[in-house]
C-alpha cells in the first residue's frame, strides 16, 4: 500500500507509512502470533483488524481483550505525565512519584515482586481500580527476607546522650545483618560508655525499668536528666544478665563517635543519611471526567528527614535495598559522596500497610519488619525540632548533638520550589478540615470535662445522702449533738429530750429548702427509654415521689437507721402486667411490651439493641420462609464484608447520597489512627459489584443471583425506635443481574409477592404494594418497588420492604458488562436489588399487641401452644400429680409429633398458674391449654385464645385434629381485622384541605398527584401544621407512600389519572396529575 506523504520528512518519493492500527494485524499475522492480547481500549478497532487480515488474505490472530488496571491516586495517561515534567513539579521521567518503569523501580519497587503481584492479580475485561498497597504488600514479600538490617536515629527530635555504667570502654561485637538469615552476613557494633538514643526514645524511659537496647541487651535506668521539661542526658548500668525481653521498651541506638578512638575510623564515623519519603502526586483517589486534574495536585508530596546511621551504611551502592530498624525499608538512590562529604540518600519503600509507618518512641520487635504503627511518641517542642525552611536550600546545615557536630550538605536541587512538609503527613489537611478537626477536639475536650463534673457532683450528693455506718455514723450523730445547741428551736422542750434525734432547720430554712428542691426538680428531665431503666433513672424518680409532711421539732423522729432512704439502688420490678395504654401513650406502651415481653434489652449505645431469642427466632422463622422461595428462582447464599473501603464508597456518593450522614466510620485501631477511615456498610453495593465485574465474562455466566443475611450500620438522627429505626439491624439482601431487562424487571414483581407472602402468611399483617415516587425512591435505582404497611394506633404507615430495579446504573459505575453473543460486542447488565430487615417484627408488634401485651401470630411463634397443669395444691398427692404431669407430657408430644406444632410444657412448681397464665399472655404465645383434674375426669382440656380470650373445652382425643385447625383460624381472623382496619382508613382526597383532614383522623390519603419532587416538599410542608407525633420530634406531614398498582385497594381510585384531573395542589401546582397516590405519615 502506497500512501503520499503529508508530512515533510525530507523525501520526494513515494512510502508506505507503518500507521500502528494497519501495521498490528498485518505484523501478528506475518510473524506467527495466535493470539494478539490488546487492552480494551482498543476493542472498537477489533473490526479493522479483522478486516485487514482479510482484506490482504492473511491468516486471523485471534483478539483477546483485557482491561487496563488503574491506580488509586495516579495518572497513566502520557500526556498528563508529560505536564508533571514540563511544569517542574518532578524531577524527571525517573521521579519515584511517576508510575514509569524508572519511577517505580527507583522507588523500591523489585521486578520479582511486580511479577508476583501480575501472576496473583491476573487478566480481566472488567476495569479495576487498584491501591497501591497491595502492590507493596506483595513487594516486601520479596525483599523483606533478603534486605540487611541497619540501624539510623532521626535527627529531627535531637539526639540523647546515655551514659552506660559498667561500660568502662569501647569494645566490638558482631551480630547479624538478618535475624533470620546468618548467610547474609554480619555487621561489626560498637559498645561504649555513652551512646545516643532518639529524645522520643529517651522520653519513654522510666527510672528503675529495663530498657532492651537492640543487639546489646538489657540497661536499668538508674537517672533521667531533664532542663526546662526536655531530656538532657540519662544514666543507665549494664544489666545484661536479665534476659527477660518480653515487656521491655526496645531502642536502637549507636555509640557516640566523639569517644570512640580505638576501634578505628571506619567504625568510629558515623553516616549521615537523607532520607526522602514520597507521596503521591494528586490528592484524590480517583479523578473524575469533568474534574482538572490540575485542580487536586499534591504539592506536599517530598519528605526529608537527616539521620545518623551505622558506619557500614558508607558502603551501600546505588540501588542496594535496606531495612533501618523502627523506621521501614529503604532504597539507595544515591551513595555517600567519596569528594566531598554528602549524606547517603536513601528513599523509603512502602511496605503495603493500612496504618502509618512506625516511629520512635514505640513498641518494637527486634528483626520486625516496620509494617505497623506502634504508640505514638510523646511529641518534643517545636523550638527543639530543626527547621525545615532551609530543608532543599543551596546552603550547608548543621545538627548539633551533644558532643557531636553533623554537616549536612544539600541534595536534589530540582526540589528547591516544593514546599517541604515537616510532619509524617504527606500531604497537610484543608482550612477546612483542619477547623473541623479543631472544633471536634474541642467539643470533645468539653465534654469530657462536663461529664468528669456530673461523676464528681454526683459522688459528692451520694456521699450527702446515703445512710452513715460505722465511724460515720458516731460522726454524724456527734455533729448532729454540737449543731442541737446552736439551732433554736421551735418547741419548749429543753435539750437534753432530743439527744440523738435528727433536728430540722427553721421553718423558714425549710421554706428555702422546699423552694430550691423545687427549681432543681428531676421530673422535667427528658429521658429516653435506655435511660428509664438506668438506676440512675429509677432513684430520680423516686425523688419526684410526693414527700410526706415535714415532722416539727417536737414530733418524735425516726430512730431506726435502716429506716432511713439509702441509694443503694433500684428494687427489682416485679409487676407483671403492663401499666401504659396503646391508646393513650403508644410510645411508652411499646416500650413496655417489649421489654416485658422479654423481646429486646436495651444497649448502652443508643440506638443499638440486644435481641433477645424470644424476637430473634420470629427473624429465623422469616429466613426459614424465604430462603425456599428465593432458592427455587436459583438464588444462592453467600456472604460479604461489613468494612467497605473509602475509595468503594466515593464510587457511589451521588447514590448513596441519603446515606452519606448515616455513615459510622472506623478511624482507629486500639490508640492508632488508621492511616485511611473504613466505612461499616450502609448497604452492599459498593461491596458486591466489583465482584460482579470479575465474575461476570459473558452471557453464559449470567444470570447471576446472590443473597446473603447480614447487619446494616446507619448512625441515625432521627429518633431511635425498638425495631422499626435502629443504628444497627439485621436484613435480607438480594442482588441479581440480568442479560435482558425484561427478565430483571420480572423479578423485581416476584420478590416483591414474596415479600408480600411474609407479612400475610407469617405475621397476619396486610400491606400495599406500590411503586416508591422520583423523590422517594432508592437514588441508585431506576425505580423502587415497595409493600406499606399501615399502623393503626398511630395513624402512620412503615415502609415494610423494598425491590429496586437499578437498570444498568451501577453497572456503568462498576463496569459490570458481558459480551453479546451476536454483535460480540460489550453490554452492561441489568441489575436489582431487594431486602427486608427486622423492622417486620417491629411491625407485627404495633399491629397486633394489645393492653396485656405482646400477641404473636402462631407462624412465627416460638411457642404456639403453652400447656399448663392445674389444680395442684397441698391435698394433691403424689400419685395424683404424676398422673395429671404424665397426662399433660403426653399431650405436649402428641402435639409435637403428630401436629408439628412448637410446644411447651410449663411444669415449673415455684409459681402459681394464675401467675403463668399472666406471663404467657404477655408473651404473646397464640394458644393455652389447661389441664385439671376436673379436665381429666371429663376427657376434655380448656384452651384459651390469646388474640380472642375465648375459653373453649375440647376432647383430649381432637386434640391433635383441633388444635391446629384453631391456630391456623386465629391466624386469619387477626389478618382479616388488620385488612378491615387498613382498609376503614385509607380515604381518598382531591386537595390538601381534604388531605390535612383526612390525616387528622388517622387515615392514609389516595390523592391524584403530579409525581414532581419539588411539588412533593410541598405537600409535605403544607401538611404538617404544626402537628407532632411523637414528643421531641419535629412536626410531621404526609410524604407518599407509594403509588398503588392498578386494582391494589379495593373500591378505591388506583393507576393513572385522567387528563382532565388537576394535581392535589392545584391551583398552587398547575401540572396534570400523573397518578393516584398514597400519602400518609410515615415511621
Not at 56 to 80: C, E, N
Not at 407 to 427: G, M
Not at 563 to 586: C, F, H, N
Amino acid at each position: 500500500m502506497y500512501l503520499t506523504a503529508v508530512v515533510d520528512l525530507g523525501v520526494t518519493e513515494n512510502v508506505v507509512f507503518p500507521i500502528y492500527d494497519f501495521a498490528c494485524p498485518i505484523v501478528d499475522s506475518l510473524e506467527g502470533v495466535t493470539h494478539a492480547l490488546r487492552t480494551s481500549e482498543y476493542n472498537d478497532r477489533n473490526d479493522q483488524y479483522y478486516w485487514m487480515c482479510d482484506a490482504l488474505k492473511i491468516r486471523r490472530p485471534q483478539v483477546i481483550d483485557f482491561s487496563r488496571l488503574a491506580l488509586q491516586f495516579t495518572l497513566l495517561s502520557k500526556r498528563k505525565l508529560t505536564w508533571f515534567v514540563e511544569q517542574g513539579l518532578v524531577s524527571g521521567w525517573d521521579d519515584p512519584r511517576m508510575p514509569t518503569v524508572r519511577g517505580i523501580l527507583r522507588h523500591g519497587l523489585t521486578p520479582e515482586g511486580l511479577r508476583q503481584f501480575i501472576l496473583a492479580q491476573g487478566s480481566s475485561k472488567s476495569t479495576g481500580t487498584m491501591e497501591w498497597d497491595k502492590i507493596w504488600a506483595f513487594n516486601k514479600k520479596v525483599i523483606d527476607p533478603v534486605a540487611p538490617r541497619y540501624t539510623g536515629l532521626n535527627l529531627q527530635g535531637g539526639l540523647v546522650p546515655v551514659r552506660v555504667k559498667g561500660q568502662e570502654k569501647e569494645e566490638t561485637k558482631q551480630t547479624l545483618l538478618h535475624p533470620k538469615d546468618p548467610a547474609i552476613g554480619e555487621k561489626t557494633i560498637v559498645l561504649a560508655p555513652t551512646v545516643f538514643v532518639e529524645q522520643a526514645d529517651a522520653e519513654c524511659f522510666v527510672e528503675g525499668d529495663n530498657v532492651t537496647f537492640v543487639n546489646w541487651g538489657n540497661l536499668r535506668i538508674s537517672k533521667i536528666h531533664k532542663m526546662d521539661g526536655r531530656i538532657e542526658s540519662v544514666d543507665a548500668e549494664l544489666n545484661l544478665e536479665d534476659a527477660d525481653y518480653k515487656k521491655t521498651h526496645k531502642v536502637t541506638w549507636l555509640a557516640d563517635p566523639s569517644i570512640v578512638k580505638c576501634v578505628g575510623k571506619d567504625l568510629s564515623q558515623l553516616t549521615p543519611l537523607s532520607c526522602l519519603t514520597y507521596g503521591n502526586l494528586i490528592s484524590k483517589p480517583l479523578i473524575g471526567k469533568e474534574e482538572k486534574f490540575e485542580d487536586f495536585i499534591n504539592r506536599d508530596s517530598v519528605l526529608m528527614e537527616n539521620y545518623l546511621g551505622d558506619p557500614q551504611l558508607r558502603n551501600l551502592k546505588k540501588g542496594d535495598i535496606i531495612q533501618l530498624q523502627r523506621k521501614g525499608f529503604f532504597i539507595c538512590d544515591q551513595p555517600p559522596s567519596t569528594g566531598k562529604e554528602a549524606p547517603c540518600v536513601l528513599i523509603y519503600i512502602p511496605d503495603g500497610a493500612t496504618r502509618a509507618r512506625p516511629t520512635t518512641g514505640s513498641k518494637f520487635k527486634s528483626g520486625e519488619a516496620a509494617d505497623s504503627k506502634p504508640d505514638q511518641p510523646q511529641q518534643t517542642k517545636e523550638k527543639s525540632s530543626p527547621k525545615f525552611s532551609i530543608l532543599l536550600s543551596n546552603v550547608p546545615y548543621i545538627y548539633t548533638v551533644p558532643g557531636l557536630v553533623v554537616e549536612f550538605c544539600p541534595v536534589y536541587s530540582t526540589l528547591r520550589n516544593q514546599k517541604p512538609a515537616n510532619s509524617l503527613i504527606l500531604s497537610d489537611l484543608s482550612p477546612e478540615e483542619a477547623a473541623k478537626r479543631a472544633e471536634k477536639e474541642r467539643l470533645k475536650e468539653e465534654k469530657k470535662a462536663a461529664r468528669k463534673a456530673g461523676r464528681e457532683k454526683a459522688k459528692a450528693q451520694q456521699q450527702q445522702q446515703s445512710p452513715a455506718s460505722g465511724e460515720a455514723s458516731e460522726m454524724k450523730t456527734e455533729k448532729i449533738k454540737a449543731q442541737a445547741t446552736k439551732v433554736p428551736l421551735t418547741s419548749s422542750e429543753p435539750n437534753n429530750s432530743t439527744m440523738g434525734k435528727q433536728q430540722l432547720p427553721p421553718s423558714d430554712e425549710l421554706g428555702k429548702i422546699k423552694t430550691a428542691a423545687a427549681a432543681t426538680d428531676l421530673s422535667c428531665i427528658p429521658t429516653s427509654p435506655e435511660s428509664k431503666n438506668s438506676p440512675t433513672n429509677k432513684q430520680q424518680q423516686s425523688k419526684g415521689k410526693p414527700e410526706k409532711k415535714e415532722k416539727t421539732a417536737g414530733e418524735k423522729p425516726q430512730k431506726k437507721a435502716q429506716d432511713l432512704p439509702t441509694v443503694s439502688g433500684p428494687k427489682k420490678q416485679t409487676r407483671l402486667g403492663l401499666e401504659a395504654k396503646k391508646e393513650e401513650d403508644i410510645a411508652e406502651w411499646y416500650t413496655q411490651v417489649i421489654q416485658k415481653s422479654e423481646m429486646l434489652e436495651y444497649y448502652d449505645i443508643s440506638g443499638c439493641y440486644i435481641l433477645r431469642p424470644w424476637s430473634y427466632f420470629i427473624w429465623s422463622q422469616i429466613q426459614s420462609f424465604f430462603d425456599p422461595k428465593i432458592t427455587e428462582l436459583g438464588v444462592e447464599n453467600t456472604y460479604f464484608p461489613i468494612f467497605v473501603s473509602k475509595g468503594a464508597l466515593e464510587k457511589e456518593k451521588d447514590h448513596i447520597a441519603d446515606f452519606a450522614p448515616e455513615v459510622a466510620w472506623v478511624t482507629r485501631s486500639g490508640s492508632s489512627d488508621l492511616a485511611e477511615p473504613i466505612a461499616l456498610r450502609p448497604t452492599s453495593e459498593t461491596i458486591m459489584y466489583p465482584a460482579f465485574a470479575k465474575w461476570i465474562q459473558s452471557h453464559r455466566d449470567l444470570p447471576i443471583k446472590i443473597n446473603q443475611w447480614s447487619n446494616i450500620v446507619r448512625w441515625e438522627f432521627k429518633h431511635p425506635t425498638p425495631f422499626l429505626r435502629t443504628r444497627e439491624f439485621l436484613w435480607q439482601e438480594g442482588h441479581t443481574a440480568y442479560a435482558v431487562k425484561a427478565d430483571a424487571e420480572a423479578e423485581v414483581l416476584t420478590i416483591l409477592d414474596l415479600y408480600r407472602a411474609v407479612y400475610h402468611d407469617l405475621l397476619a399483617v396486610p400491606c400495599i404494594r406500590g411503586r416508591k415516587t422520583e423523590h422517594e425512591k432508592f437514588p441508585g435505582g431506576e425505580y423502587t418497588t415497595t409493600v406499606e404497611v399501615y399502623v393503626g394506633a398511630s395513624g402512620r404507615a412503615i415502609q415494610g420492604a423494598t425491590s429496586h430495579h437499578l437498570g444498568q446504573n451501577f453497572s456503568r459505575i462498576f463496569d459490570v458488562v458481558f459480551e453479546d453473543p451476536v454483535t460480540k460486542q460489550p453490554r452492561h447488565v441489568y441489575q436489582n436489588s431487594w431486602g427486608i430487615t427486622t423492622r417486620t417484627i417491629g411491625v407485627m408488634i404495633m399491629v397486633h399487641s394489645d393492653n396485656q401485651g405482646l400477641v404473636l401470630p402462631p407462624p412465627v411463634a416460638r411457642y404456639q401452644v403453652v400447656v399448663v397443669p392445674c389444680g395442684i395444691n397441698v391435698k394433691t398427692t403424689d400419685e395424683e400429680r404424676a398422673d395429671l404431669f404424665a397426662k399433660s407430657k403426653a399431650l405436649v408430644e402428641g402435639l409435637t409429633k403428630f401436629s408439628k406444632l412448637r410446644v411447651y410444657l410449663d411444669d415449673r412448681d415455684h409459681v402459681s398458674p394464675g401467675w403463668k397464665f399472666n406471663h404467657w399472655e404477655l408473651k404473646g404465645v397464640p394458644m393455652r391449654i389447661e389441664v385439671g383434674f376436673k379436665d381429666l375426669a371429663k376427657g376434655e382440656v380448656t384452651t384459651v385464645m390469646r388474640y380472642t380470650g375465648n375459653r373453649l373445652a375440647i376432647p383430649m382425643d381432637k386434640v391433635n385434629e383441633l388444635v391446629p385447625t384453631m391456630l391456623d383460624e386465629v391466624h386469619n381472623l387477626m389478618l382479616n381485622n388488620a385488612i378491615e382496619s387498613q382498609n376503614a382508613h385509607i380515604c381518598e382526597a382531591n386537595n390538601m384541605k381534604q388531605l390535612t383532614d383526612a390525616l387528622d383522623k388517622k387515615c392514609l390519603v389516595l390523592a391524584p398527584f403530579c409525581g414532581e419532587p419539588e411539588c412533593e416538599e410541598l405537600v409535605k410542608t403544607e401538611s404538617a401544621q404544626n402537628v407532632i407525633v411523637a414528643p421531641g420530634a419535629p412536626a410531621m406531614g404526609a410524604k407518599s407512600l407509594c403509588v398503588p398498582f392498578e386494582g391494589e385497594i379495593v373500591g378505591k381510585k388506583t393507576g393513572p389519572c385522567a387528563k382532565e384531573i388537576h394535581c392535589l395542589r392545584h391551583p398552587l401546582c398547575s401540572k396534570p396529575a400523573t397518578f393516584y397516590t398514597l400519602f400518609g405519615r410515615s415511621y
